[in-house]
């Protein structure tokens, strides 16, 4: 079946340094494909999106790109902050019904 | 604010008791889903309601009930709880086009619930 493997954290980085989180996904047929992202203590809001090969979702600095090539979504910031720190989702939404299919979760932690 | 409502925000209770969440979704949304967060499992798709319609089935237990009524509004029933069912409780909505939910979920803040 359809699945999602990110990479495992947690991530530590120091402000402003280079982020990025692997995503690699199973999926038959066409999904779309995401980044959501936890703040502590709170929901899950949208990261960014890329709904078909070769599209870059991006967001407050946030980027990644659908490679259906290497079937892969891999999220990157040029220079992270302290506020950054949450824990990234990444998911594919597939079939009529568009249920998501999630990754573990990666904890990033960014310190001063 | 993604605009979906869902309470109680924390829910505490006993094993063997009975809970529901609520959830609203955003307005003009009709599918509404519901995940489950756990530590051991992650997140888990539960079931998807769209338009007052079960449309799908996840890892949902037995003892776990969903309906939405014509208001749009979702409930979650949990019963016979047992200490592992505690866990953060999620609904998202998304939109429709020709007759299909779109790609794109919104999240409501979650409903904590702790079995002791």
């Known amino acids: 079946g359809d699945s999602v493997t990110q990479m495992e954290g947690p991530v530590t980085l120091s402000e402003e340094a280079f982020l990025t989180i692997n995503c690699t996904y199973t999926a038959t047929g066409y999904p779309s494909l995401f980044w959501y992202v936890q703040y502590p203590g709170e929901g899950l809001q949208l990261l960014l999106k890329?709904?078909?090969a070769d599209d870059k979702g991006s967001n407050k600095g946030f980027e990644a790109t659908y490679r259906k090539e290497t079937t892969s979504f891999h999220l990157e910031k040029g220079s992270v902050q302290v506020s950054d720190s949450a824990v990234y989702f990444c998911?594919?939404?597939?079939?009529?019904?568009?249920?998501?299919?999630w990754g573990l979760g990666t904890s990033l932690a960014v310190n001063p | 604010d993604s605009g979906v409502t869902q309470t109680p925000k924390h829910l505490i209770t006993a094993t063997g008791q009975r809970v529901t969440l609520r959830c609203s979704p955003r307005s003009g949304d009709l599918s509404v889903y519901w995940y489950q967060q756990s530590l051991d499992q992650g997140l888990q798709f539960l079931i998807q309601y769209y338009n007052g319609e079960e449309r799908a089935k996840g890892n949902i237990l037995e003892r776990f009930s969903a309906q939405q009524f014509p208001d749009l509004h979702s409930e979650l029933n949990l019963s016979s709880l047992e200490l592992g069912d505690s866990a953060l409780y999620f609904c998202a909505s998304s939109g429709t086009s020709g007759g299909v939910s779109t790609d794109t979920q919104y999240f409501g803040p979650g409903t904590r619930l702790t079995v002791l």
């Open positions: 998911a594919l939404s597939a079939g009529n019904n568009r249920k998501l299919i």
């Open positions: 890329a709904t078909k």
